[in-house]
């Protein structure tokens, strides 16, 4: 694998730390994934989870859409993959879904919440409440970092199973 991610900035303001470090785990989720064909990312390979590379690009094009569109912006879009009748279609039902348009869709969520995040201060509250609470951008950037770090120690593993490949 050929590891093109750009390292986040030594010394920055938040803005662009946070941003950085966003796009790295972003990045190393694509990297985790290069190379691969439809069969090796729908594999369940780390027994007995059900979790398959195809299934965290799934995960985490959701997790963009409802954190950057829906909670953030207040934007009216149905959630993906048919989540809204079962909360974890995004890794179940990957056995006859299409790589190319999860990742097209996934790209597309994460284009987009670049847009948004650029346009907003550190300190605007979320548009609309989630749990009773209004969320801020800096959290929500935070708990993004946060969300594809542990994901990609997932597509660590998956990786490993799948063809030996191993790395940051």
């Known amino acids: 694998m050929s590891d093109d991610r750009i390292d986040p900035p030594l010394a920055a303001d938040e803005r662009d730390t946070l941003a950085g470090f966003l796009?790295?785990?972003?990045?190393?989720?694509?990297?985790?994934?290069?190379?691969?064909?439809?069969?090796?990312?729908?594999?369940?390979?780390?027994?007995?989870?059900?979790?398959?590379?195809?299934?965290?690009?799934?995960?985490?094009?959701?997790?963009?859409?409802?954190?950057?569109?829906?909670?953030?912006?207040d934007e009216d879009v149905p959630w993906l993959w048919g989540k809204?009748?079962?909360?974890?279609?995004?890794?179940?039902?990957?056995?006859?879904?299409?790589?190319?348009?999860?990742?097209?869709?996934w790209r597309g969520e994460v284009e987009h919440a670049r847009t948004v995040s650029a346009g907003l201060p550190l300190d605007a509250l979320g548009k609309r409440l989630r749990h009773g609470e209004a969320y801020s951008h800096r959290w929500i950037l935070v708990h993004m970092i946060?969300?594809?770090?542990?994901?990609?120690?997932?597509?660590?593993?998956?990786?490993?199973?799948?063809?030996?490949?191993?790395g940051e």
């Open 84 to 105: 809204e009748t079962n909360r974890d279609a995004d890794f179940d039902d990957v056995d006859e879904a299409s790589p190319e348009e999860a990742f097209a869709v």
């Open 23 to 73: 796009d790295w785990q972003r990045d190393t989720l694509e990297l985790k994934c290069a190379g691969l064909t439809g069969e090796q990312l729908r594999l369940r390979a780390v027994s007995p989870s059900g979790m398959s590379l195809l299934g965290l690009v799934r995960h985490l094009a959701h997790v963009e859409r409802a954190w950057f569109r829906q909670v953030l912006c």
């Open 146 to 166: 946060e969300e594809y770090a542990r994901h990609n120690g997932h597509a660590d593993l998956l990786r490993e199973r799948i063809d030996g490949a191993t």
